[in-house]
């Protein structure tokens, strides 16, 4: 909850301060030495380490301190009197590449506010050689005239006290010196000695070349870390065509694509600038690894698999959703995740989400759907189509609706379905029309559905036509809705829904997770942090922290909302500060990021996250722990045992069970008189239903579980129960019957394809 501002003092420190505004989550700046000399502003580190209590904040120009050469400074926070021994947290780094070497002095601009009470350490990283070492571990800064100035002479600190193991603290001031003894990176860090201090910039330079004046020299080039990221390459035909371009990101154009490790197959090759391409001759799995490099000789590798199949099978795709917490009243957003799990890519994939419109209104999409906001809302759906999703990649959609105030706390309500494929508008143009035919009075209704057959062959083309035929017969469509629900569920479609129970208002910040409860280990998690101002004031500012268990695979993390993201390696830190976001009361908003399990976590893992979220200066957050669980174990089913002889229709019923995970659905075969196994029922998530059979016939019957993870129980194609249907017993007959004997033992079959 948003509260009253309290002091001056506290507005003015929320108003300025940010910490460490970066778009860039995993590929690191590097800060290039030419000619014996690195300068770097200090507000754009590398890395950076807090402590319990204390970090180094990014202030931008217009903040306490004067005269910065940049857009702004970094300064240690809070200044209430603390310290910190040194070479500990808050710390921040910046990561230097060396081709020049020798002896290297550090001058660093810098302020504070009270006489030796502002003051830090200095270290180079990789030249700390601990206890009993030659070289000094750190230097300590304190200036003896100060003032919240940055041009207040003397300007560039060049000297300080040192600590080395073989001595104690100097304190008179000596040259702040590091030997450069052989090319490469090199870790420039600034650790706290008494809060307050503020770093404008340093300069890191040949002990022989003159002090830096004035404002100093200009800063130096910056690269990043070179990162392929291309995640995997679809699978291609045998005999086929075909050509995939590989991707990188950072480094110096122009790159140098070969391979180093494994084999292509014959007829496929890699191009210099990174194109797989070639018409593979045979069929298998080929594993190799991609190198890639620039033009300063920095580089990257990343293994592939190229699977060459005789022929390409459907694309899988994987869809999950989940929403905030179902408070009437409240505007809801809802997140919906669809991946490719499969080898080959999918093309124009529909994702249509059904919308009650007895209790959501639908207020914004994100991102755009195939048509405006107010047709969407006239027929009550979202739909989206995706024009291409290759194998691994990943499309996070949502939406907002408002939940009607009406609806009563403690009701059941379910966001969606939403359904993924291709002709899913189809199916759902079908389900209006059959569902229209049902109600009296609704005959025009009925002839304009119709009409717009023609322009339901595609997605683009039908949901205006609908909608206009939605708000031509308003009342008949919302008496359809129930109708075309049941029809939708009966489709069989690959769908996901959010079901919750509504709740009463309570504090809104929350973090969610788009998946399952029990998920693969390669499933990618998409993580939306909501928040929400419910106080009477307007929140200037927002901040949002989370640390990424050690379960995460942080090499896998991408930041989905950019924009005042930062992500320390060290701590696992992952931060956005959304300095003046200026959220209104009633106001929401969103951060997301997506993240894999790390590889080889065995079944039954648990995976833990939350969040922290601050408002402005005020109490910080802390979100609901969400939690998901790796699920590799298939469940088993089985039939529950019938008499050898049974009247039509057969009562059948079976029992499912799962060790790690939550059984799904199940699917039931029946065998005749020794025939192969076909469906009865497919994906159902009841555990009964009634089989009408035919006298003098045997049937046998079988089925297979799926949990909620996808893991499919693997069965032997062996009947679970036999029965004959007989008939019923004559009158005075005493039930015995004239049927023959079953050996149910010696019952067995061939299961046909489903």
Partial sequence: MIRLRKIILMVFVACFLSIFLSGHVLAQTVFLESEGRVVVEAETFSSHTPSDTHEWFLVSSGGLFLNPRGSGYIQVLPDNGGDSPPLQPPFVDYVVRFDTVGVYRLYVRWAANVDQSDTFYASVVELNDGPGGTIADWYRYVRISNAPDFAVAPTWFGSGGFERTDSPLTNGETSVVWTILEPGDYTIRFDMREDGA????????????????????????TVEELTITTTSIPAVKLGDSFSQEFEVVSGVPPYSWFITDGTLPSGVDL??????????PEAGEFTFTVRVEDSNGDFAEKEFTLKVLVTL???????????TAAVPGRVLDYFIVVENVGDVSAINVEVLELLDPSIFTLVAVDPPAVADVSDLSTISIVLWVIPSLSPGEVKILSYKATLDSSVPIGAQIIGGPVCSGFQVVSAWHECVKNSLSLLADCGLALECAYFCSGFCTTAVGCVPCVASCAALYSLCWFDAHPFVQNCWNAMNLNCAAATDTTIAPIDPNEKVVVANKYIQPDQTLVYPIHFENIGQVEALDVFIRDVLGPNLDESTLEILTPGGDSYDAVTRLLKWDLIGRNLQPGETGNVMLSIKPMPGLPSGTEIKNSAEIQFEIFDTLVTPEVVNIIDTTPPVSTMNVLPAKSLSPVALSWTATDAIGEIDTTSVFVSTDGGPFTPILTKTKDTSTSFTGVVGKTYGFICIAT?????????????????????????????SGNGCFIDTAAFGSTMAPE
């Fill in 198 to 221: 503020a770093i404008d910039a340093f300069v890191f330079q040949l002990s022989s070349l003159p002090a830096p004046t004035g404002d100093g020299p200009p800063s130096s080039p």
């Fill in 271 to 280: 191009s210099p600038d990174g194109i797989l391409s070639g018409t593979p």
């Fill in 313 to 323: 099978p459907p694309p899988d795709i994987r869809i999950n959703k989940v929403g």
């Fill in 707 to 735: 949990d909620t993870a996808g893991n499919t129980e693997v069965q032997d194609p062996t009947a679970e129960t036999v029965t004959l249907v007989t008939k019923p017993d004559p009158p005075g007959d005493g039930g």
